[in-house]
């Protein structure tokens, strides 16, 4: 069993930069895969970032160049770094994982057994 919580929203500026952190439980985390997915008002979950177990990372054409996803397995953790935050990255950002292998997208959330919460971004025009 691997509980996941994520931290670091908030409401900021369009061009300023948030951290998000998934803090994970469970000695097994680092052979999960984990991902970045976000949920605005009205709209569907949709893939971020991710980044597998080897340390192979994945990202949505939005924010590839904005954001970087990366892991620390010492700190059981993995950070969503967003930069240069646009109006349109507001949204709920949950964190995933699971035992993506490598014939599995790490763009779907049905590959994730594991949910945070969620924490909320707003990014103000």
């Known amino acids: 069993q691997v509980q996941l919580v994520e931290s670091g929203g908030g409401l900021v500026q369009a061009g300023d930069s948030l951290r998000l952190s998934c803090a994970a439980s469970?000695?097994?985390?680092?052979?999960?895969?984990v991902a970045w997915f976000r949920q605005a008002p009205g709209k569907e979950r949709e893939f971020v970032a991710a980044i597998r177990s080897g340390g192979s990372t994945n990202y949505a054409a939005s924010v590839k160049g904005r954001f970087t996803i990366a892991r620390d397995n010492a700190q059981n953790s993995v950070y969503l770094q967003m930069i240069s935050l646009r109006p349109e990255d507001t949204a709920v950002y949950y964190c995933a994982g699971g035992l993506v292998d490598m014939y599995t997208s790490v763009r779907l959330p049905t590959s994730y057994i594991y949910w945070g919460q969620g924490t909320p971004v707003t990014v103000s025009s």
């Open positions: 469970g000695r097994t985390f680092s052979q999960y895969a």
